[in-house]
């Protein structure tokens, strides 16, 4: 049974960052990518950052031009876990924060075949 845990959202001022984590049970690591997705309000599901298997080892991709130049993907093997390292922050990036697991990279929300429940950043003054 994949599960993927987020957390590491909340509330901060514009220009922070913030490390998002994304916990994964057993060998998910092993055999799937992992992806970051976001959501805001009355938006699509937009495709962030994926760090492929380490099965793969194929490095990672962004996808997004919004989060260019401001986000790093990362994985600690020892801990299981893929981070999102978001920096200067912006009041648009104010979503609900996903991470997801799929067999290779890709951006494309349809072909995830796990999620996690999700994680709130909200960037304000």
């Known amino acids: 049974q994949v599960q993927l845990v987020e957390s590491g959202g909340g509330l901060v001022q514009p220009g922070s960052s913030l490390r998002l984590s994304c916990a994964a049970s057993?060998?998910?690591?092993?055999?799937?990518?992992i992806i970051w997705f976001r959501q805001a309000p009355g938006k699509e599901r937009e495709g962030l950052s994926c760090i492929s298997s380490r099965d793969l080892n194929e490095g990672s991709i962004d996808y997004s031009d919004s989060m260019k130049g401001r986000s790093t993907i990362s994985r600690d093997n020892a801990k299981n876990t893929v981070y999102l390292q978001m920096n200067s922050l912006k009041a648009e990036d104010t979503a609900v924060y996903y991470c997801?697991?799929?067999?290779?990279?890709?951006?494309?929300?349809?072909?995830?075949?796990?999620w996690g429940q999700g994680t709130q950043v909200t960037v304000s003054s």
């Open positions: 997801a697991a799929a067999p290779g990279c890709t951006n494309a929300a349809g072909a995830m075949l796990y």
């Open positions: 057993g060998r998910t690591l092993d055999f799937y990518a």
